[in-house]
């Protein structure tokens, strides 16, 4: 589904949203034939919920009016669902509603979501930029080392991804999507140096790493002159 959003390929995403509904119509018919709930009631609760956790859009003016930032809102959220689960429930962590079956680069922009919800977060984007650079100095150390060592390197990389995740977040960017954009423009860009290569008659595996870079560069830029 994804993927037919980004080609824009509105076809295609007819196709997957009705799979998608498919499903979800064909599960709840299973659970309203043995007496459970059917899938008006599944809209109604989900209805309910967002109105519910939502007070600053769908309730009074003054709740509308008493929020200022998205932290604000989050926080908000967070308080409504604690409270739905009420007194007697154990209280969860703050980061325990952050899923672990997450790619690992969404879960960590989800996390960064809830820390800055109650004010743990850096003021600028700008912020973010100084602590990539620091985790870059980092990382830099541990692979001058000869050889590197495999567990730090593991964990400074780690960092790393963690900050560009915020770094997204603070930018208003989703940064899987950003990703899968990146993944899909150099898959596009190497399948172009890959026709130019074979049209000419060599194979990649015959040719050095510079020859390589300028059909990259060619590949990047198609009407760029030699």
Same mark, same amino acid.
């Given at each position: $589904?994804?993927?037919?959003?980004?080609?824009?390929?509105? !076809?295609?995403?007819?196709?997957?949203?009705?799979?998608?509904?498919?499903?979800?119509?064909?599960?709840?018919?299973?659970? !309203?034939?043995?007496?459970?709930?059917?899938? !008006?009631?599944?809209?109604?609760?989900?209805? #309910?919920?967002?109105?519910?956790?939502?007070?600053?859009?769908?309730?009074?003016?003054?709740?509308?009016?008493?929020?200022?930032? !998205?932290?604000?809102?989050?926080?908000?959220?967070?308080?409504?669902?604690?409270?739905?689960?009420?007194?007697?429930?154990?209280?969860?962590?703050?980061?325990?509603?952050?899923?672990?079956?997450?790619?690992?680069?969404?879960?960590?922009?989800?996390?960064?979501?809830?820390?800055?919800?109650?004010?743990? #977060?850096?003021?600028?984007?700008?912020?973010?930029?100084?602590?990539?650079?620091?985790?870059?100095?980092?990382?830099?150390?541990?692979?001058? &080392?000869?050889?590197?060592?495999?567990?730090?390197?593991?964990?400074? $990389?780690? &960092?790393?991804?963690?900050?560009?995740?915020?770094?997204?977040?603070?930018?208003?960017?989703?940064?899987?999507?950003?990703?899968?954009?990146?993944?899909?423009?150099?898959?596009?860009?190497?399948?172009? $140096?890959?026709?130019?290569?074979?049209?000419?008659?060599?194979?990649?595996?015959? $040719?050095?790493?510079?020859?390589?870079?300028?059909?990259?560069?060619?590949?990047?830029?198609?009407?760029?002159?030699?």
């Amino acid at each position: $589904m994804l993927e037919a959003i980004d080609r824009h390929d509105h !076809a295609a995403l007819c196709e997957e949203l009705g799979d998608f509904v498919f499903e979800a119509v064909f599960l709840a018919q299973l659970e !309203a034939e043995a007496g459970h709930f059917t899938i !008006a009631d599944s809209l109604k609760s989900v209805a #309910d919920k967002l109105v519910r956790r939502h007070p600053h859009v769908f309730g009074r003016e003054a709740d509308q009016s008493r929020l200022d930032s !998205a932290g604000q809102v989050r926080a908000q959220w967070e308080e409504i669902k604690a409270h739905e689960r009420g007194p007697a429930a154990d209280p969860k962590p703050l980061l325990g509603s952050v899923p672990r079956t997450l790619p690992s680069l969404l879960r960590a922009y989800q996390i960064g979501v809830r820390a800055a919800s109650v004010g743990f #977060d850096w003021e600028r984007a700008s912020d973010v930029v100084g602590k990539i650079q620091e985790e870059v100095n980092e990382l830099r150390e541990v692979v001058a &080392d000869t050889p590197p060592d495999q567990a730090r390197a593991e964990e400074e $990389m780690g &960092d790393l991804l963690f900050a560009i995740a915020n770094l997204s977040r603070k930018l208003g960017i989703d940064p899987e999507t950003a990703l899968r954009k990146a993944n899909e423009k150099f898959t596009a860009r190497f399948s172009a $140096m890959e026709r130019a290569v074979s049209t000419s008659g060599r194979t990649m595996r015959d $040719m050095q790493l510079d020859e390589l870079e300028k059909e990259w560069q060619r590949a990047k830029s198609p009407r760029q002159a030699d």
